[in-house]
């Protein structure tokens, strides 16, 4: 197989752009895959023998690292194929079993003619959802299914996270059947760091898509869990995953990472009330139980959480000009503008009983500190 550098149909799609995303490291990642020279197809190659494609012109597969690099600067499109629901029934492989499904995939993405019949299994359902051929970019195919078979997966086949509904609605599903390539930058690239956002995003199920123009609260919240490492990528997946609970936040904070699952301008639902005109934070830490300007990586420590938030809080400050002053409940009910707690959030509108991030209100929790922090 041999390949044209690139091209794309991104003029026809608008949501993906196109051309060579160039890291500060020295190499560059494609932003649309690689197309094939002889019959225009975006590569069709087993995961394998997309790597093996690679290696012989001296590139390789984007690392994950690398493609968040590439999806905030451009449009994460997954590395590999999935093989219809239809597919894999007639070959009696279990939908839910990755390493089966991975296997499969593998084991046809070499024919061309499988390919072909997949892409018009594919089309065909496109079709019969009403879809348009103009909206769909060939980069990322867009297939309406409320199957197990989707969302964001690596190149070993494990899943990265469930499908965003953002761009065209609950019955959304990015679809990709091809790979990007990362070669060393070439003379006259222009360096192009990607934007690195302080966070990860695990789009979480349950939120209300919304294009909000104005944003009048942070809403600080405690997850309920002791703090160590690894527990704000567990709550930012719970959000995600198939047993979600009808509760989201637009971003969760560790001690350790950021996750973002809501966007900013949509709606996630965490404080009743307080949901259609705040910006939600999710601390890991415990109302009754952490304290939060206390140094340390114990279970109970919550200063490097604390930090991360205000961090968080001072750029959600800047974007949306909220005012970097406490809000309790009666200054909610006068419709202050600022930053407060669910439990100020309780008490203001009297539609839950939660008291978190601090015990019975806001006794624990430091607002100086917090407030001192946030303003840098
Ligand atoms: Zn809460």
């Not at 060579?20 to 020295?26: A, C, Q, T």
């Not at 499109?77 to 390493?99: D, E, F, R, Y």
């Not at 991360?308 to 000009?321: D, F, K, N, P, T």
Request: proline residues 6%; aromatic residues 8%.
């Amino acid at each position: 197989m041999t390949a044209l550098a690139y091209v794309s149909r991104a003029g026809a799609c608008g949501l993906h752009s196109a051309g060579w995303l160039v890291l500060p490291s020295g190499g560059a990642i494609s932003r649309l895959p690689i197309v094939d020279a002889d019959t225009k197809l975006f590569a069709r190659l087993s995961c394998v023998a997309a790597d093996a494609w690679a290696r012989g012109k001296g590139w390789r597969l984007p690392s994950v690292e690398e493609y968040d690099g590439l999806h905030s600067a451009a449009l994460f499109i997954a590395p590999c194929t999935m093989p219809t629901m239809a597919q894999l029934a007639a070959a009696g492989v279990a939908a839910n079993n990755v390493k089966a499904v991975d296997a499969f995939r593998n084991a046809n993405m070499r024919s061309l003619a499988w390919c072909q019949e997949h892409d018009a299994a594919v089309w065909d359902r496109l079709k019969a959802r009403g879809w348009c051929e103009e909206s769909v970019s060939n980069a990322g195919k867009h297939w309406a299914n409320g199957g197990a078979i989707y969302g964001w997966w690596r190149a070993d086949g494990s899943k990265i996270q469930n499908p965003s509904n953002a761009h065209k609605g609950s019955q959304h599903t990015d679809y990709a059947t091809t790979f990007h390539v990362w070669r060393p930058a070439e003379p006259g690239d222009k360096v192009e760091p990607p934007k690195v956002e302080p966070w990860t995003h695990i789009q979480a199920r349950n939120f209300t898509p919304a294009e909000r123009k104005a944003v009048d609260l942070v809403v600080l919240h405690s997850t309920e869990n002791p703090i160590r490492r690894g527990v704000a990528r567990n709550v930012a997946q719970w959000f995600a995953g198939a047993s979600a609970p009808q509760a989201s936040s637009h971003y969760v904070v560790g001690p350790d990472a950021v996750y973002r699952c809501v966007e900013e301008r949509s709606v996630a639902w965490a404080a009743p009330g307080a949901n259609r005109q705040g910006i939600q934070i999710e601390q890991v830490g415990q109302a009754a139980k952490t304290q939060w300007n206390r140094e340390g990586e114990g279970p109970e420590d919550g200063l490097p959480v604390l930090r991360r938030s205000a961090e968080l809080v001072r750029g959600i400050c800047e974007r949306w000009s909220i005012p970097v002053e406490p809000l309790n409940a009666a200054d909610l009910l006068a419709g202050k503008r600022g930053i407060t707690t669910h439990a100020a959030v309780s008490a203001a509108w009297k539609k839950s009983t939660h008291v978190d991030p601090g015990c019975g209100g806001d006794v624990r929790w430091p607002w100086e500190l917090y407030l001192s922090l946030v303003r840098g």
